[in-house]
């Protein structure tokens, strides 16, 4: 299947710092979405971007949909330690219809 | 207002029994989505349905598994002859829209003995 190359893999940082994470692809996505998981749950959706070159926040979360429609990068600005959890992002291609490809996750440890 | 509603949350099963799951979408949402998480990894999509309707299930394998959503009730995965490969969280998701973002579930954690 279409992969998604999601990086870091894991982050570990001090409370207050902040966080950029983000991935590619080589082919175009028209959605791009950002997730959040925290053990034991679902993901819950985060942000949503729709138009190439989009920036779109969500209170200390700004994501933006890359020009060229292959990337999208998530920032988390002053981090505190109930940001802890595996952030997904997810891109939906015009020709998969309705189905959502995942990267593999960047696991964010926040340091009090 | 209820999410998608997932059950059972954990599931135990001895190597060649099924496995049946079930999944009640958000209040109005016609598109359900199943997908399969394996440890410390993504998620990764099986199957896309619509009411009594599967609209792509490139990501199921060919044998053994299969999902139904039926007019009335629960979406369903299915796995027959379960094994220990097929231990995992699976996870269904739906949505109003097909271009909207998901609404996940709390998932199944499937463990196979």
């Known amino acids: 299947g279409q992969q998604l190359n999601q990086s870091p893999q894991s982050m570990f940082i001090q409370e207050g710092e902040d966080v950029s994470m983000n991935c590619t692809s080589s082919s175009i996505f028209n959605t791009w979405l950002w997730y959040k998981q925290e053990p034991g749950e679902g993901p819950v959706l985060l942000i949503a971007l729709y138009k190439a070159g989009e920036l779109t926040s969500n209170g200390r979360l700004t994501a933006q949909f890359g020009i060229t429609r292959k990337d999208s990068f998530l920032n988390i600005s002053a981090s505190i330690p109930s940001d802890v959890g595996i952030y997904f992002c997810a891109g939906r291609k015009e020709t998969s219809g309705s189905r959502l490809t995942f990267g593999e996750g960047t696991q964010l440890t926040v340091n009090p | 207002n209820a999410g998608v509603m997932q059950n059972p949350r954990h599931l135990v099963r001895r190597r060649g029994q099924e496995a049946r799951l079930r999944c009640s979408p958000v209040?109005?949402?016609?598109?359900v989505y199943w997908y399969r998480q394996l440890p410390e990894e993504g998620l990764k999509f099986m199957v896309y349905?619509?009411?009594?309707?599967?609209?792509?299930e490139s990501g199921m394998p060919k044998e053994r598994f299969s999902a139904e959503f039926p007019k009335e009730g629960p979406s369903i995965l299915r796995i027959q002859q379960v094994v220990r490969g097929d231990s995992a969280a699976y996870f269904c998701?739906?949505?109003?829209?097909?271009?909207?973002?998901?609404?996940f579930g709390s998932g199944t954690r499937l463990t196979v003995v």
């Open positions: 349905l619509q009411k009594e309707n599967i609209i792509d």
């Open positions: 209040k109005g949402h016609s598109h």
């Open positions: 998701a739906s949505s109003q829209d097909r271009t909207d973002g998901y609404t």
